[in-house]
C-alpha cells in the first residue's frame, strides 16, 4: 500500500486496543514507526480528554485529540483546543427535562471530563454492562449532587452527551426519541447499549476534515480506523477509511478497506506496516547450534543488540522488549528421543510465555531433530 496519507486517525476502544484494554508493543511500534516518518497520529475517539489513555498520548509525537466524536479537537502538548463544537444550551436543557424520569445514565461531555449525577453514578452495573467501562467511569468521572443545578451556571458548552441503558432495546427506545424530538443532534453509540449525542456537524468525520484545514491537509491524505456505529462517518468523509475485521458488517461496508487481523490481534499495526512498508524481522535460530543458554541469547542479542542478563531469565526479558514485528523460526532443533530435556523444555517454554506477553513476536518451530539417547 503506497498513499500519500499524512493523518491517522485511530478509534481507540475495539479498534487499537484490546478487548482487555491494551495496546500491545507492536501497535505502539507502528505508531511511533509512522511519527517518525512525519505522520501525525491521533486519537479519535468518544472519550473526553481526561479518558485518553496514558499508554496511547505518552508515545512521543503524540500531540494531537479527537474527542466527544469530533466535538473537539485539542493540542495536548500546549493544553489548547484547536476547535470545539458544542450543543446548545437550550438544547441540553431539554433533553435532560425530557429523559429526567428514564432509567439510565447521563453524562455531560465539558471541556476536558464527563460529568455525572451522584445517583446515576450508584446504578453503573444497573446501566453498564461491561465491568472495562464501569471501571474506566468511575476512575474518570467527576461527580456532582446535582448534575442540572450544575450545568445551569457552568459558563462552558456541552461537547457531548453520554447516556447508557441497561438493555438493547431500552436504548432503542430512547434512540427514537430523541431522534424524533430533537433532529439537531447526531444520535449513535460506541457500544451496544449506549447512545452519545453531539450536535449536526460535530462527528468524527467532519472533526477530522477540519483539523486537516489547520495544516493544509486535503481530505485524501487522511486515514481513519474504526469498528462502531459512531465511527461510520469518519470512514466514509476521510481518504481511507479502514474498518477493523471485528467490526459489524454494515460498519465494514463503509470502508475502504477491511483489516486482516482484530484488534486482539494488531490489526491496526499490520495495515499501517504495509502503508510504512515495513516488513516483519525474520530470525532463523540453529537449534543444533544452542546447547546452553548463553548460546541462544547470544544468537537472538545479536540481532536486537539490547542488553539483559545472560541467561533465560534475561531471554524472557529482551524478547518481551521487542518492538519490531518479529518472526523467529527454530530449525533443527534437536532433543532427546521421547523426551524434550530440562533445557529444551525451559527455552520451549520461553518462547511460548514470550509470545502470549508480546503479540510483535510470532515463533514457530520448523524442525525438530529427535537424538538417540
Not at 467501562?133 to 450544575?150: A, D
Not at 468525520?205 to 477540519?210: C, K, P
Amino acid at each position: 500500500m503506497s498513499l500519500p496519507i499524512r493523518i491517522i486517525a485511530l478509534d481507540l476502544d475495539g479498534t487499537t486496543f484490546t478487548d482487555e484494554k491494551q495496546i500491545t508493543p507492536r501497535t505502539q511500534a507502528a505508531i511511533t514507526a509512522a511519527i517518525e516518518q512525519g505522520i501525525i497520529v491521533m486519537p479519535a475517539t468518544g472519550r473526553p480528554i481526561n479518558g485518553l489513555p496514558e499508554a496511547f498520548i505518552q508515545i512521543p509525537g503524540v500531540r494531537y485529540a479527537l474527542c466527544s466524536n469530533g466535538a473537539v479537537i485539542t493540542d495536548l502538548k500546549e493544553h489548547r483546543i484547536l476547535y470545539e463544537k458544542p450543543i446548545p444550551r437550550s438544547i441540553v436543557l431539554a433533553v435532560m427535562d425530557q429523559l429526567a424520569d428514564v432509567k439510565g445514565t447521563f453524562e455531560l461531555y465539558i471541556q476536558d471530563r464527563a460529568h455525572i449525577d451522584q445517583k446515576l453514578m450508584e446504578h453503573l452495573d444497573e446501566y453498564v454492562p461491561s465491568p472495562h467501562i464501569r471501571e474506566y467511569m468511575r476512575k474518570s468521572r467527576t461527580v456532582h449532587s446535582n448534575l442540572k443545578e450544575f450545568f445551569e451556571t457552568c459558563p462552558y458548552g456541552v461537547q457531548k452527551i453520554n447516556m447508557s441503558y441497561a438493555t438493547v432495546a431500552e436504548k432503542e427506545q430512547i434512540q427514537a426519541f430523541i431522534k424524533q424530538n430533537f433532529p439537531e443532534l447526531v444520535c449513535v453509540n460506541g457500544q451496544p447499549t449506549n447512545l452519545e449525542l453531539t450536535i449536526k456537524g460535530a462527528d468524527k468525520g467532519e472533526g477530522l476534515l477540519a483539523f486537516g484545514s489547520l495544516f493544509g491537509i486535503e481530505r485524501e491524505e487522511i486515514m481513519a480506523f474504526g469498528d462502531s456505529y459512531n465511527d461510520l462517518d469518519m470512514l466514509e468523509k476521510v481518504g481511507v477509511g479502514v474498518a477493523m475485521a471485528n467490526a459489524e458488517p454494515e460498519v465494514q461496508s463503509h470502508a475502504d478497506f477491511v483489516t486482516r487481523y482484530t484488534n486482539n490481534e494488531d490489526g491496526v499495526a499490520d495495515v499501517i506496516e504495509q502503508l510504512l512498508e515495513v516488513s516483519p524481522i525474520e530470525l532463523t535460530l540453529n537449534g543444533s547450534e544452542m546447547k546452553n543458554e548463553l548460546e541462544v541469547y547470544n544468537q537472538i542479542a545479536s540481532v536486537f543488540q539490547r542488553d539483559f542478563p545472560k541467561n533465560l531469565s534475561g531471554l524472557l526479558s529482551m524478547l518481551i522488549s521487542i518492538q519490531e514485528p518479529t518472526e523467529i523460526t527454530l530449525t533443527n532443533y534437536e532433543v532427546l528421543q521421547n523426551t524434550l530435556g530440562d533445557f529444551s523444555e525451559q527455552l520451549l517454554n520461553i518462547f511460548s510465555k514470550a509470545s502470549e506477553k508480546n503479540s510483535a513476536i510470532c515463533f514457530n518451530i520448523e524442525e525438530i531433530v529427535f537424538l538417540e539417547q
